[in-house]
């Protein structure tokens, strides 16, 4: 399913998680890259648009686990697209990743996912780092917000006031709340990583697994959860 919240702005959904697509003229910046569907979803919306494959220039990585990593080798050959990636989810995207705890749950999951679904690891081009400035649509900033994985990072799209949250929350109509907590590979830095993004000014936030609410609905119901005095199933609490 493709949703358009802007005029440049669409949501591509499937049942486990959602990517997007930025779209500046003729070029395109996608925001991870969708799991079993993702390919027909992207492809779908770039027709719908007049465009193709070789107008994704720019693919932005949240973080490394399977769900958003599936398809970036297929998209980086027909795209030829440079892939931005945090150098601390290398081992993540590798499939390489010293899981440890109740994560090892996590690791499992993906390793079997990759046996199963044949993947291929993508080869990232560009490193991202807090703060850094990515050229596409006016600038987008880079905002390392580990938790999540190390190398976990949101976007802020200047120009949109939007900022693309990965998996730093996941909402829906019935509730909103952090990833649990077998996913998680450093919860000790959680806290610090939502202070970020609870002060962080913008318009509009969307999450990489969510419902069809608009960003600013979204951002809304993070706001709310990150007035917690705490966070469940979190050691560290938020303050």
């Not at 044949?118 to 807090?130: D, N, S, V």
Request: charged fraction near 20%; aromatic fraction near 10%.
């Amino acid at each position: 399913m493709i949703l358009q919240f802007q005029a440049d702005l669409f949501q591509l959904r499937e049942a486990l998680v959602c990517s997007y697509l930025l779209v500046d003229g003729d070029e395109v910046c996608l925001i991870d890259g969708g799991f079993l569907r993702g390919i027909r979803n992207i492809s779908n919306c770039l027709s719908q648009l007049g465009l193709g494959w070789e107008n994704i220039t720019t693919i932005l990585l949240t973080h490394g686990h399977l769900d958003h990593t599936y398809n970036l080798a297929k998209i980086q050959k027909r795209s030829g697209a440079k892939l931005y990636a945090h150098p601390l989810d290398a081992p993540h995207i590798s499939g390489r990743y010293p899981y440890r705890g109740i994560s090892r749950t996590c690791g499992l999951l993906q390793k079997c996912g990759r046996i199963l679904f044949g993947f291929t690891a993508p080869q990232p081009t560009h490193a991202l780092a807090h703060k850094k400035s990515i050229p596409f649509g006016g600038g987008i900033q880079v905002l390392h917000t580990p938790g999540h994985t190390e190398g976990h990072c949101c976007f802020h799209w200047l120009k949109r006031k939007t900022l693309f949250a990965g998996d730093l929350f996941a909402t829906s109509s019935k509730r909103t709340f952090l990833p649990p907590s077998f996913l998680n590979s450093c919860p000790e830095r959680y806290p610090r990583s939502l202070r970020l993004i609870a002060k962080h000014e913008v318009e509009g936030m969307l999450s990489n697994h969510c419902d069809k609410a608009p960003p600013k609905v979204q951002q809304a119901r993070f706001l709310e959860l990150a007035s917690k005095p705490a966070f469940p199933g979190f050691a560290a609490p938020y303050k």
